[in-house]
């Protein structure tokens, strides 16, 4: 079993709606982000968490907003969603301490139309 | 300016080749420095992290230079299974947030 998944792994939605993608992993770390990728750019960071009660925002926040309601779960919301959210969102994990490794969900392709 | 920049390439060449690339960081604090590798529309992986004295794992030789600000990642021996897009990652000192370049796509052809 993968260590971090995402579901849905893929979703279509209309502008306007409201649209929850959801990440959990059985590593067991702490740390815990969520990335949106576009053609020709790098990841970018939408939200990050270092543990259930510390929730910080990213370069990209506007337009999302986040949930850590374990540990082990992480969920990214568009209250609005519209066109230019269209993207591939992955969510990762890392360790306490040591190197800055994170470990990658399979992420979410989502095209808002 | 971007924090990491890459070549997006793409390098082409034969199985059996040599290709380099390198990827340029603009925050002087950076301290941490890593390649990730990404197949296509596929979750990035950690390839390899790049020390300061130059690191090899097997076919891969990463090198970092601090004056110049850039790393740099050397395929020897290029397979087929290597031709995917690699991810230049920096991160600053003292902060756990990962800065990731757009990636250098590389394709291997037989």
């Known amino acids: 079993d993968a260590d971090v998944t995402q579901t849905p792994r893929n979703r279509i939605t209309k502008t306007g709606k409201r649209i929850m993608l959801e990440c959990s992993q059985t590593?067991?770390?702490?740390?815990m982000y969520w990335y949106r990728q576009d053609p020709g750019l790098g990841l970018r960071l939408i939200y990050y968490s270092f543990d259930v009660k510390d929730i910080n925002k990213g370069e990209i926040s506007d337009g999302y907003s986040v949930s850590r309601q374990a540990q082990a779960k992480f969920s990214l919301s568009l209250e609005s969603a519209i066109p230019n959210q269209t993207a591939l969102y992955f969510c990762?994990?890392?360790?306490?301490?040591?190197?800055?490794?994170?470990?990658f969900g399979p992420g979410t392709r989502l095209l808002v139309l | 300016r971007k924090e990491v920049e890459q070549d997006p390439g793409p390098f082409n060449v034969p199985e059996g080749a040599t290709v380099a690339f390198n990827c340029t960081y603009s925050n002087s604090a950076s301290q941490s420095f890593f390649w990730y590798r990404q197949d296509c529309r596929k979750e990035p992986k950690l390839l390899m992290s790049v020390y300061s004295s130059g690191n090899e794992d097997g076919r891969f030789t990463a090198q970092l230079n601090r004056a110049s600000q850039y790393i740099s990642l050397l395929i020897r021996d290029s397979k087929l299974s290597d031709s995917a897009t690699y991810l230049c990652v920096v991160n600053k000192a003292g902060d756990y947030k990962l800065s990731f370049g757009a990636g250098t796509t590389v394709t291997v052809r037989a």
């Open positions: 590593k067991g770390h702490d740390r």
């Open positions: 990762a994990t890392s360790p306490r301490g040591g190197e800055e490794t994170q470990y």
